[in-house]
């Protein structure tokens, strides 16, 4: 039973930013993933299983879907707590 939902909802740029850097990073070390997976520049810049194109394709759809459900009568008793900058990031885990 959750009483509080927390949720980054940074700006489109910066999530951009961050999964290409992450992805990027995986490539070049070539880091194993989960059941030793890998990431390749191929998958991730040239096909549709691109985390990359994922994000492109889903982030405003699923903006509006997360803050909907935060509106949603059957969810009144959870608080949610959506976080738009690395500010309020830091500030809310400072209170934590």
């Given at each position: 039973?959750?009483?509080?939902?927390?949720?980054?909802?940074?700006?489109?740029?910066?999530?951009?930013?961050?999964?290409?850097r992450?992805?990027l990073l995986?490539?070049?070390k070539g880091?194993?993933?989960?059941?030793?997976?890998?990431?390749t520049?191929?998958?991730?810049?040239?096909?549709?299983n691109?985390?990359?194109?994922?994000?492109?394709?889903?982030?405003?759809?699923n903006?509006?879907?997360?803050?909907?459900?935060?509106?949603?009568?059957?969810?009144?008793?959870?608080q949610?707590?959506?976080l738009?900058?690395?500010?309020e990031?830091?500030?809310f885990?400072?209170?934590?």
């Amino acid at each position: 039973r959750a009483q509080m939902v927390v949720y980054l909802d940074l700006p489109l740029h910066i999530v951009l930013y961050r999964v290409l850097r992450r992805t990027l990073l995986y490539i070049f070390k070539g880091q194993l993933l989960w059941a030793g997976n890998k990431e390749t520049l191929w998958r991730h810049l040239f096909t549709r299983n691109s985390m990359i194109w994922w994000v492109i394709k889903t982030f405003h759809k699923n903006r509006k879907r997360y803050s909907g459900v935060s509106k949603k009568s059957e969810y009144s008793e959870i608080q949610f707590v959506r976080l738009r900058s690395r500010k309020e990031v830091k500030q809310f885990l400072s209170k934590v």
